[in-house]
């Protein structure tokens, strides 16, 4: 049975709501960032800009990058542990290449996972967030942080 250890503790809580709502935004934002642009221009007909910044206005652009590429460093560091930093970085990149891998399957085949170019580039964004996340881990030991 799943048994989670929610602290109680104020500051140890509010560690632990805080590693939450990174892991939710980042999954969020990745997911986004794995929609199609065809899809966005279809979706934002009237928007401009819509097929290279999707939902998000022009100016926010680089606020967005920064966010996926910070995040799991973010949460990285905030992991007691190497073990929760490594699930932490990579479980929003994991969810969203998971959804998106669906909705291309029903879209190109149920072989699409399995193509090799495809399996490289899922890898890849895995590797990268993991080791962001380590980073963000190796920083907190480095400086000391308990």
């Known amino acids: 049975?799943?048994?989670?250890?929610?602290?109680?503790?104020?500051?140890?809580?509010?560690?632990?709501?805080?590693?939450?709502?990174?892991?939710?935004?980042?999954?969020?934002?990745?997911?986004l960032a794995l929609v199609p642009a065809q899809l966005w221009t279809r979706i934002l007909p009237?928007?401009?800009n819509a097929a290279l910044d999707g939902p998000f206005p022009p100016m926010l652009a680089p606020v967005i990058t920064t966010l996926i590429y910070i995040t799991p460093t973010i949460l990285g560091f905030l992991s007691r542990n190497w073990q929760r930093a490594l699930l932490y970085a990579t479980l929003p990149a994991w969810i969203g290449l998971g959804l998106f891998v669906i909705a291309a399957t029903?879209?190109?085949?149920?072989?699409?996972?399995v193509s090799p170019d495809h399996v490289?580039?899922?890898?890849?964004?895995?590797?990268?967030?993991?080791?962001?996340?380590?980073?963000?881990?190796?920083?907190?030991?480095?400086?000391?942080?308990?």
Request: proline residues 3%; aromatic residues 8%; hydrophobic residues 55%.
């Open 106 to 113: 029903l879209k190109v085949g149920v072989f699409y996972l």
């Open 46 to 48: 009237q928007a401009p």
């Open 120 to 146: 490289t580039a899922n890898v890849s964004v895995l590797e990268l967030f993991a080791a962001l996340g380590a980073i963000g881990w190796l920083g907190r030991h480095l400086l000391k942080i308990q």
């Open 1 to 31: 049975m799943l048994h989670l250890n929610i602290p109680q503790a104020g500051k140890e809580r509010n560690l632990f709501l805080l590693t939450i709502g990174l892991l939710v935004l980042e999954t969020l934002l990745v997911t």
